[in-house]
């Protein structure tokens, strides 16, 4: 029998777990759910084609915002259907109805993504500071929730709108000022749990400060919560912002947007007689929200498993 | 008298990592009367076999059988199961909190209890049984008590309720899956009382699980050791704290901080338990253990009988003549191998 | 070895919390934790604070390092009375007083790396030592028997043993003078509780290290301590050297919790006169009058219902002194099994009645 030196101090045991982080915990659950793949593949592609647009136009030689009134339109003034040279059609103004798709893939998921940034940014310090620091902060930042999550939202927006005027910047503060109070709410529920564990105690031990507490210690255990919130909100900011360019309160003309576009052929009864002018927009802005919600859930589920710990005893 | 006769028991689950191998062919019996030890530290099968007896392990793969009262526990039905869980087999757990429902008077938990094998018992009958059983293991005024709520007990109350609870039934069977732990010494001492108590008065055999060797040198008749999902040692109490043949055992009576005199360093058992989904080929303990030899790494060792006792067994290819194995653990402590 | 230097000194500390209302017009409940606790940590020594669940043991400590704001009462570190100091105050003193926590899965964040866990200190303190962090978070690794190449891991890819080793190596970055240790084996196996035993004894020695161990296990404190103070409802009991408390307890409830201890030798179980206490712990938030003990001392007299005992000198002297807070201590060959409990509340004794209040095994 071979002695081994059980005299030296206890070494660090041959570990057999394998080291992998919760993110590849997650990855490899995400991996096993098609649905989610299959939205987050239809969500790269929007997110491609919005970011190369205008590659995309010329290379099929389409100005979205050229009014075409010669070869653009029938005879009667009307928009043509679709066809070879017009993929998608035309709008009544005789533009490409798929260039401005393409365009509008910018301004949509550009202004959902960045409102929904700022928005969760926002939500997030003051969801730290209220969960954190409990006491009078808390109380004044949840009258704030409550006054804005009152706010009937298009109304509310439709009276910023008009005050500020219309521009993209406009609708991206007013998109973010209605979505971050979830955020916060979310995020300070989590910490007011957070807090109490025995790492924030450890950190407090150590003399952390808590500015460090609240960044170093808390908010990596809320990426999870960040991330699934995040995407669940920016297909609600897109639709929220179609909806404001469907009244007229959105990107100012002649900017192509998804929600602009519907309103547009709303106008006049147009869609009567050019269906694509409807079915489209409103088709890739249903496909991107199902895509992003989707996908949403699928990070959830890979994120948040319900995974019963057996054999913890 | 056997009441109790568990062979060759598996129990394993599918996770994402892989097979986790939780209990390995394990076979024991329990005697009518009699407390059975298990002790082992986490993750070595001890609660999961208990458990999957009681069908509650969802979700895992389970073979082997598990013969008490004419019933095969592992094959039977749920409804069988059932019929036999509570009434012949009471079962107590660490946690009296979430074994008992928050929402509901203890009292009427325990009526429920009663009447839920037997609707023939009135409410009122029913009612006066579950006084009877507050009263018997200690409560005070429990004609009063029996209307409170959980939360109305301390935590050594509440483990006499659960006690009051699965004896509600004369079960013959007790299965206490670390009944004191969340318990303080005193508590504790309090329940391992209660529960010699009940098995002087009623007969119950118990089956006591625990990772504390200070509680199975307290109420233990026969102790089975278990590690990384099979029992590595069985035997009397005294043969295991007195003359215990695997190493495994021996690690860790000598890692109890009684065993040194003050100042020495303690023994503990070298490195930590092995993944139950990647296990060593040979003997699960062979990478921590101080006397390995090259046969341990390759063949796996069964339980056998040592030192000449039937009684007496352990999985371990080391010498079972008595002065033999004695001879081998001084040479090594001279080595410096067991400080 | 400790030295007669003492290193931590409380007097009188109490700590009270709150713990809502009386009824509307009542007064505001309190939860008093801490009461009216005096004692001395020496330099190089292991002080051992035992007391069972809600004694107070943990809520005193971090009344020690300042955690938690003290209501009554002086602390004294190092010279330097750091009672009344603000948090900005404490900050330069955190580094030379450290904890080490009980729970191995929830003293670490679970999303940092471990090298940066255990590095905090550094980043908070600024790094003292000699080169990069990481480097020296990678020697601390190797001191506490860690692999250093795990420098990237997460808490999730340890044992409960490991992490504990973390959590010891985190709190041993800057060399502290005293590192309190709260219930630091109590949630690991045995096997693995020895192997962090022994390392923490090591260490001491290695670094100079002073300990305040906490644990509600006997046998533990018994190994590590040089002495012990035994507490009980929020104030100390009894204290002295180690052998003192051990062979010659003379508080009747340090001589209870003495028998109680399981122990892992079924004849010297069996032989030993076990005191088996009558009910629970009372409620902090109203203590019994007199000495908190009596509604469960078998030894209690009348006198115990209304006079509060103090904790008094019983041989020796200093901080090495054997200490009893009892107005009737026990003698060194008085057997508590022998007395009957005449005092002991109604609702105990009824208690008592079913159980057997002290029932001693054959």
């Not at chain 2, 009447?115 to 009877?132: F, Q, T, V």
């Not at chain 3, 080490?100 to 255990?118: A, E, H, W």
């Not at chain 3, 179980?269 to 009910?279: F, K, N, P, S, Y």
């Amino acid at each position: 029998m071979s002695a081994t030196p059980a005299t030296a101090p206890p070494t660090a045991p041959k570990t057999t777990i394998v080291a992998r982080g919760p993110w590849a915990l997650a990855w490899r659950r995400f991996r096993k759910d098609k649905v989610a793949l299959i939205a987050a593949a239809v969500m790269a592609v929007i997110i491609l084609v919005a970011i190369f647009a205008p590659l995309i136009n010329s290379a099929l030689g389409q100005d979205p915002n050229y009014q075409d009134q010669v070869n653009g339109l029938d005879v009667n003034g009307l928009p043509l259907g679709p066809s070879g040279a017009h993929w998608l059609g035309t709008d009544a103004l005789g533009r490409d109805v798929f260039a401005r798709l393409v365009y509008g893939a910018r301004i949509s998921i550009g202004i959902g993504i960045l409102s929904t940034g700022i928005a969760v940014a926002v939500g997030v310090v003051l969801g730290l500071l209220a969960g954190y620091f409990r006491g009078i902060v808390d109380v004044i930042i949840a009258r704030l929730l409550d006054v804005v999550l009152a706010l009937p939202v298009v109304l509310a927006a439709v009276a910023l709108v008009a005050v500020f005027g219309q521009s993209p910047l406009v609708t991206v503060l007013v998109l973010a000022f209605f979505s971050w109070a979830t955020m916060a709410r979310i995020v300070r529920g989590q910490v007011i749990s957070l807090r109490e564990r025995e790492f924030i105690e450890a950190a407090r031990s150590l003399g952390a400060s808590s500015t460090r507490i609240m960044f170093v210690e808390l908010l990596p255990n809320l990426v999870m919560p960040i991330i699934i919130y995040f995407s669940l909100l920016v297909p609600v900011n897109i639709v929220t912002n179609a909806v404001l360019a469907f009244l007229g309160l959105g990107i100012p003309v002649p900017t192509a947007d998804w929600g602009g576009m519907i309103s547009d052929a709303e106008a006049g009864g147009l869609y009567q007689q050019a269906w694509w002018l409807v079915f489209f927009p409103g088709g890739v802005l249903v496909l991107t929200t199902l895509a992003f919600n989707l996908l949403g859930d699928g990070i959830r589920d890979a994120l948040d498993p319900r995974i019963e710990r057996l054999l913890r005893k | 008298m056997v009441l109790l006769h568990v062979t060759d028991l598996n129990v394993s689950f599918d996770t994402d990592d892989g097979v986790v191998k939780a209990v390995r062919g394990i076979s024991f019996d329990v005697d009518r009367g009699k407390t059975l030890g298990i002790v082992g530290e986490s993750g070595s099968g001890k609660s999961v076999s208990t458990q999957t007896l009681a069908g509650l392990t969802r979700g895992a793969r389970v073979s082997g059988s598990a013969q008490f009262d004419g019933l095969d526990l592992i094959k039977a039905s749920p409804s069988q199961r059932r019929s036999v869980l509570g009434r012949k087999i009471g079962m107590i757990f660490q946690d009296p909190l979430t074994s008992l429902h928050p929402a509901y008077r203890v009292g009427a938990q325990i009526v429920e209890t009663i009447r839920a094998h037997d609707r023939s018992i009135s409410k009122r009958a029913a009612r006066l049984r579950a006084i009877e059983l507050l009263g018997m293991v200690g409560i005070p005024f429990p004609s009063e008590r029996v209307d409170e709520f959980p939360h109305q007990f301390s935590g050594g109350m509440r483990q006499r309720v659960m006690i009051a609870m699965a004896m509600a039934l004369d079960p013959t069977l007790l299965i206490a899956d670390e009944p004191t732990t969340a318990l303080d010494v005193t508590v504790q001492a309090q329940v391992l009382e209660l529960m010699r108590k009940v098995q002087a008065e009623f007969g119950t055999a118990i089956i006591l699980i625990t990772h504390d060797l200070g509680v199975i040198a307290d109420v233990a008749d026969d102790v089975a050791v278990m590690y990384a999902g099979t029992i590595v040692e069985r035997a009397p109490r005294d043969e295991i704290f007195y003359q215990p043949h695997h190493p495994y055992t021996e690690g860790l009576l000598d890692s109890m901080p009684g065993r040194v005199e003050r100042g020495q360093p303690l023994r503990p058992v070298k490195g930590s338990p092995p993944s139950l989904i990647d296990l060593p080929p040979g003997c699960p303990f062979a990478p921590r253990c101080p006397y390995r030899f090259d046969r341990c790494d390759q063949e796996v060792p069964v339980l056998q009988t040592v030192f000449g006792d039937e009684q007496h067994q352990s999985a371990c290819f080391l010498p079972t003549e008595i002065e033999e194995r004695k001879a081998l653990r001084e040479q090594l402590v001279e080595k410096g191998g067991i400080r | 070895m400790s030295s007669d230097e003492v290193l931590l000194s409380a007097s009188g500390v109490s700590k009270r919390f709150n713990v809502g209302s009386r009824g509307l017009l009542g007064g505001r409940l309190q939860l008093s934790a801490v009461d009216n606790v005096s004692l001395e940590i020496k330099k190089g020594e292991t002080l051992g604070l035992v007391g069972e669940s809600g004694c107070g043991k943990s809520s005193l400590a971090r009344c020690l390092t300042r955690l938690y704001d003290v209501d009554e009462g002086t602390i004294t570190f190092d010279g330097r009375d750091i009672t009344n100091l603000g948090r900005r105050q404490m900050q330069p003193l955190r580094s030379e007083m450290q904890m080490i926590f009980q729970d191995p899965y929830g003293s670490l964040n679970p999303r940092r790396r471990v090298g940066s866990i255990i590095g905090d200190a550094l980043a908070i303190h600024g790094n003292r030592g000699k080169g990069t962090r990481r480097q020296q978070v990678q020697e601390l690794m190797e001191i506490v028997g860690l692999n250093p190449e795990h420098y990237n891991r997460y808490p999730a890819d340890f044992s409960g043993g490991q992490r504990q080793r973390i959590g010891i190596a985190r709190a041993l970055a800057l060399k502290p003078k005293l590192i309190v240790c709260d219930e630091p084996v109590s949630a690991l196996d045995v096997s693995i509780q020895a192997q962090v035993i022994n390392l923490l004894q090591d260490l001491q020695r290695e670094f100079d290290l002073t300990y305040l161990f906490i644990s509600h296990d006997l046998s533990v404190v018994q190994h590590i301590s040089d002495r012990i103070a035994v507490m009980y409802l929020g104030r100390i009991v009894e204290s002295g050297p180690v052998e003192e408390v051990f062979t010659a307890s003379s508080h009747p409830y340090t001589r209870a919790l003495l028998s109680a201890k399981p122990i892992a030798d079924p004849r010297a179980a069996e032989q030993r006169d076990r005191i088996v206490l009558a009910g629970d712990l009372p409620s902090p938030i109203s203590p019994p009058s007199g000495c908190r003990f009596h509604p469960r001392c078998p030894k209690a007299e009348q006198d115990c219902v209304t006079v509060v005992p103090t904790l008094e000198i019983l041989r020796g002297a200093g901080p090495d002194a054997q200490r009893v807070e009892c107005l009737h201590p026990l003698e060194a060959d008085q057997d508590l099994s022998s007395f009957t409990p005449s005092i002991a509340d109604t609702i105990i004794g009824a208690d008592a009645a079913a159980t057997g209040s002290r029932e001693v095994a054959s």
